[in-house]
């Protein structure tokens, strides 16, 4: 049992390129969602997916675009990245979203340099 | 806006007990949560309790609950070099659409 599995585990762009971070889960969760860890700051959220079909923004989400591409996936895209978004990407996933805990995936460590 | 709180930093002896404490304003939390990240991985759901108890054990975990104060602790026995990582505290209401509110994490260091 995978749980959430993140794709890739590192990756560093220059100043401009775009990319997709991948997410999926095995659990058949309805809920995902994006955050990103900073020194200091814990944990951010940047956007989630209540269930198949719908998005919403959290509380960082400028720069950032997300896809819930089917039950099981739930994509982030940087459209053209920024120093500042470098930092370590999380997604998770639950029941539903207030329930019982989420399970997180081991994360993608991001460098925009 | 809902806030959780928690210091920063910990350090503990090898051996003894580690208290890892948390304060939240959301008077509507219905569960509040012990997660742990250990170094390079992602957040691990250690533990958590319901808003109607007062304390949840589970081997060397102890989780108080003083819904009054607000304030939740986690209290872990005999601590071992595997324990160190970053605690986390969350809440939520427990609504369907009421995310989880996570603090910032304590660093819980063992001094040998």
């Known amino acids: 049992n995978a749980g959430v599995t993140q794709t890739p585990k590192f990756q560093v762009l220059k100043t401009g390129q775009s990319m997709t971070l991948q997410c999926a889960q095995d659990?058949?969760?309805?809920?995902m969602y994006w955050y990103r860890q900073d020194p200091g700051m814990g944990l951010r959220l940047i956007y989630y997916?209540?269930?198949?079909?719908?998005?919403d923004k959290g509380e960082v989400p400028n720069g950032y675009n997300v896809s819930r591409l089917n039950k099981r996936e739930f994509s982030l895209r940087l459209e053209s990245a920024a120093p500042s978004q470098t930092s370590v990407y999380f997604c998770?996933?639950?029941?539903?979203?207030?329930?019982?805990?989420?399970?997180f995936g081991s994360g993608t460590r991001l460098t925009v340099v | 806006g809902e806030d959780v709180e928690q210091s920063l930093f910990l350090s503990v002896r090898e051996g003894d007990s580690s208290v890892i404490n948390c304060t939240y304003t959301?008077?509507?939390?219905?569960?509040l949560y012990w997660y742990k990240q250990e170094p390079g991985a992602g957040l691990q759901l250690l533990t958590y309790?319901?808003?109607?108890?007062d304390m949840k054990q589970d081997q060397r975990l102890t989780v108080l609950l003083n819904k009054k104060d607000k304030h939740l602790s986690l209290r872990i026995a005999d601590t071992q070099t595997g324990d160190s990582a970053i605690y986390f505290c969350?809440?939520?209401?427990?609504?369907?659409?009421?995310?989880?509110?996570f603090g910032k994490g304590t660093r819980l260091h063992i001094l040998p």
């Open positions: 998770a996933s639950s029941e539903e979203v207030g329930y019982y805990g989420y399970t």
């Open positions: 659990m058949n969760h309805n809920s």
């Open positions: 997916s209540a269930s198949e079909g719908t998005t």
């Open positions: 959301d008077s509507s939390s219905t569960y």
């Open positions: 309790i319901f808003s109607n108890m």
């Open positions: 969350a809440e939520s209401a427990g609504n369907r659409d009421d995310k989880i509110i």
